[in-house]
């Protein structure tokens, strides 16, 4: 991202600036609220389908694990919260391309190209990451937790609980996967590059191993690997595209277009 030039950043008026925002900001909450009314019709199979880790593990077929709702209250703020991350999901295409519409004007014209390639990116990425962790990572963890003990205790655990787990679980592997969209960000706005995150693999390596083993509280090395190995791949494609995407020499850059909304 190329910074505005103060002559043009002059230019605009601050009440300017601000009044695009709260536009962008009314149209994304409005596709937001879109979003969660769709997601809303479809709660209960929103709630099953992220029950399946459990529900299809042999605890639960053996009754030695159920999920019960505690409070009166808790199937309805359940939905909601399942209405409100489902439709956050299905409105993140148009909420980014907001932001895009909003940072676009103090953009070089050849950078506003990456406009799709950036929507889809941090789309596709976040997509990538939950289902990553809803396939590969809690079929494994769920049941092991579950039965920690061995059977000496039978598990009856609120549906609420459970249910903001697994959100953040999936949320959290959503975001890590964005890392490479973050790592172009950054690089376009100066903060680093891709010779400081080459020089800094070591300790992303050691962050990465400690975030996989307290994702992954199981004594299988193995589960361990399974999240730690694409976040290191990750890793590295972001020091790939801090590579490509570096910002060259001023003299080299192209004039900016027009600060207009």
């Excluded at 601050?14 to 900001?25: A, N, P, S, W, Y």
């Excluded at 694990?65 to 199937?75: G, N, P, S, W």
Aim: hydrophobic letters at 55%; a neutral charge.
């Amino acid at each position: 991202m190329s910074a505005i030039p103060p002559k043009e950043l002059s230019s605009a008026p601050l009440f300017d600036h601000l009044d695009e925002l709260r536009k962008r900001i009314i149209i994304s909450v409005i596709f937001l609220a879109v979003g969660m009314a769709v997601a809303f019709q479809y709660r209960v199979q929103l709630i099953e389908f992220f029950k399946e880790p459990l529900t299809h593990s042999v605890l639960y077929q053996a009754d030695k694990v159920k999920l019960v709702a505690l409070q009166l209250t808790e199937q309805l703020m359940l939905s909601l919260n399942m209405s409100f991350w489902a439709g956050l999901a299905l409105a993140l295409p148009f909420i980014l391309w907001q932001v895009w519409a909003f940072i676009a004007p103090g953009l070089y014209v050849h950078e506003r190209r990456w406009a799709l390639p950036f929507i889809l990116g941090a789309g596709v990425a976040f997509l990538g990451g939950a289902l990553f962790g809803y396939k590969m990572v809690l079929p494994t963890m769920i049941p092991f937790l579950a039965d920690f003990m061995g059977g000496t205790v039978e598990g009856y655990f609120s549906i609420g609980s459970y249910l903001g787990m697994v959100t953040t679980f999936l949320i959290s592997f959503g975001l890590a996967f964005e890392m490479p969209i973050l790592a172009v960000i950054l690089t376009r706005i100066g903060i680093v590059n891709h010779t400081m995150l080459r020089g800094g693999w070591r300790i992303a390596l050691v962050v990465i191993m400690i975030a996989a083993a307290v994702i992954t509280p199981t004594p299988d090395p193995m589960n361990m690997l399974l999240v730690a190995a694409p976040l290191y791949v990750l890793y590295e494609l972001s020091v790939i595209l801090s590579r490509v995407f570096r910002v060259v020499p001023t003299e080299e850059t192209e004039t900016p277009a027009p600060l207009s909304f």
